[in-house]
């Protein structure tokens, strides 16, 4: 078993040990949750390896879109107490992630990528899509990506 961690992990694992002396129940339950996704994904595979900051990145986006997703779907049901807690455990993670882009920056990065390709139709948007989407590396959920690519090809 590996005991190296990327230095954002690290500092995760700092600021669960300091969520729980300071008794923030919310803060220490997210970052317990979170570790626990970077060890199954860094067990993930034929053997363990150690995590870049990149890869804990895309991994704690992934829990953050499910943070995003289960609030919604309380808030649909009508269970504001639990959607109220989701969005606390959203808010710890997004304290991690890189800030997120304004739909002003995303649609500048995705028209570069559409001048970039030369893609002049919507049947190019996989083109595009390859393009931008290492450019946006973890600022912006796939889902508004794919929206403003499409917005661009059918304008």
């Given at each position: 078993?590996?005991?190296e961690?990327s230095?954002?992990?690290?500092?995760?694992?700092d600021?669960?040990?300091t969520?729980?002396?300071?008794?923030?129940?919310?803060?220490?339950?997210t970052?317990?949750?979170?570790?626990?996704?970077?060890?199954?994904?860094?067990?993930s595979?034929?053997?363990?390896?150690?995590?870049?900051d990149?890869?804990?990145?895309?991994?704690?986006?992934?829990?953050?879109?499910?943070r995003?997703?289960?609030?919604?779907?309380?808030?649909?049901a009508?269970?504001?107490?639990?959607?109220?807690?989701?969005?606390?455990?959203?808010?710890?993670?997004?304290?991690?992630?890189?800030?997120?882009?304004?739909?002003?920056?995303?649609?500048?990065?995705?028209?570069?990528?559409?001048a970039?390709?030369?893609?002049?139709?919507?049947?190019?948007?996989?083109?595009?899509?390859?393009?931008?989407?290492?450019?946006?590396?973890?600022?912006?959920?796939?889902?508004?990506?794919?929206?403003?690519?499409?917005?661009?090809?059918?304008?």
């Amino acid at each position: 078993m590996t005991t190296e961690h990327s230095s954002l992990e690290q500092r995760l694992h700092d600021d669960l040990t300091t969520a729980i002396r300071g008794r923030d129940e919310i803060g220490a339950a997210t970052l317990r949750m979170a570790l626990t996704a970077l060890t199954n994904e860094a067990k993930s595979g034929s053997e363990e390896r150690a995590l870049s900051d990149d890869e804990v990145i895309t991994v704690l986006g992934r829990e953050a879109k499910k943070r995003r997703e289960a609030a919604t779907a309380y808030d649909d049901a009508d269970r504001p107490e639990l959607a109220a807690r989701e969005r606390a455990e959203l808010a710890v993670l997004e304290g991690y992630l890189p800030a997120q882009l304004s739909d002003d920056e995303l649609a500048a990065l995705v028209a570069a990528a559409v001048a970039e390709t030369g893609a002049d139709s919507p049947k190019a948007m996989g083109l595009v899509m390859k393009a931008v989407t290492p450019k946006v590396a973890g600022r912006a959920e796939g889902g508004r990506v794919a929206a403003a690519v499409k917005a661009a090809l059918s304008s």
